[in-house]
Nanobody, 123 residues
Framework: QVQLVESGGGLVQTGGSLKLSCAAS????????LGWFRQAPGKEREFVAG????????SYVDSVKGRFTISRDNAKNTVYLQMNSLKPEDTAVYYC????????????????WGQGTQVTVSS
């Protein structure tokens, strides 16, 4: 069973950048597909980006394409989300998630979740 801990959130101005990290422990990291989700107040949890176990396949929600990049370092047991050109609508709690079955945009795919990290983009 894998444990996930996110970091790197914070307050940034519109147009700024942040890089989120999610460190994993307790499992064979290279076997897991990973995803980033976010949840804004009063809204449902939303898929942001996903990456397969090898790092060779990535996917993004349309609203972040061209601005966000998901990557992983299997040697460091860490997945990243580089966020550029941030907008106020990106404000949310960001969660990383993992599962052995494969990446996808549905939260139901993922059995393992971190505690979340707050990202706030000021206008």
């Amino acid at each position: 069973q894998v444990q996930l801990v996110e970091s790197g959130g914070g307050l940034v101005q519109t147009g700024g950048s942040l890089k989120l990290s999610c460190a994993a422990s307790g499992g064979t990291f290279s076997h897991y597909a990973l995803g980033w989700f976010r949840q804004a107040p009063g809204k449902e949890r939303e898929f942001v980006a996903g990456i397969d176990s090898s790092g060779g396949f990535t996917s993004y929600v349309d609203s972040v394409k061209g601005r966000f990049t998901i990557s992983r370092d299997n040697a460091k047991n860490t997945v990243y989300l580089q966020m550029n050109s941030l907008k106020p609508e990106d404000t949310a709690v960001y969660y990383c998630a993992a599962d052995l079955k494969g990446t996808g945009s549905s939260s139901r795919i993922y059995n393992y979740w971190g505690q979340g990290t707050q990202v706030t983009v000021s206008s």
